[in-house]
C-alpha cells in the first residue's frame, strides 16, 4: 500500500490551500482517514479525521476553517483549508487505517508535503 499526498504550498495569510492523499496498492477498504500536523520543534498533532461513513472531527484550532471530506471510491482524503494563518505552518502527513485484500488492518501514512502561510 502506498499513500501519496500533495496540494501543499506557500500561501499568504487568509488564503486557502486543499490537501489530498490518494492510497493505492493492495487495499480491501479504508476505514478512519485522518491529517496530522508537525510544526519545527513541536510535536505531531491531529488537525482533523473522518470515518468511512463520513463522520469527523476536528481540532478545536483549525473548526470552522479547515473541511476534511473523502472519496471512497478513489480511496482518497481531502483537507480544505481555509482563511489559513502563519500558525498553521508545518509538515501535514495523512494517515489511513487500511484493510489489505489479505484482510490485515494496519494504519499507513503519507510522506507529509509542507504548508506554509506568510504572514
Known amino acids: 500500500v502506498q499513500l501519496q499526498a500533495s496540494g501543499g504550498g506557500l500561501v499568504q495569510a487568509g488564503g486557502s490551500l486543499r490537501l489530498s492523499c490518494a492510497a493505492s496498492?493492495?487495499?480491501?477498504?479504508?476505514?478512519?482517514m485522518g491529517w496530522y500536523r508537525q510544526a519545527p520543534g513541536k510535536q505531531r498533532e491531529l488537525v482533523a479525521t473522518?470515518?468511512?461513513?463520513?463522520?469527523?472531527a476536528y481540532t478545536d484550532s483549525v473548526k470552522e476553517r479547515f473541511t476534511i471530506s473523502r472519496d471512497n471510491a478513489k480511496n482518497t482524503v481531502y483537507l480544505q483549508m481555509n482563511s489559513l494563518k502563519p500558525e498553521d505552518t508545518a509538515v501535514y502527513y495523512c494517515?489511513?487505517?487500511?484493510?489489505?485484500?489479505?484482510?490485515?488492518?494496519?494504519?499507513?501514512w503519507g510522506q507529509g508535503t509542507q504548508v506554509t502561510v506568510s504572514s
Open positions: 473522518i470515518t468511512r461513513g463520513g463522520t469527523t
Open positions: 494517515k489511513l487505517q487500511v484493510i489489505t485484500t489479505t484482510y490485515s488492518i494496519r494504519d499507513y
Open positions: 496498492g493492495s487495499i480491501f477498504s479504508v476505514h478512519a
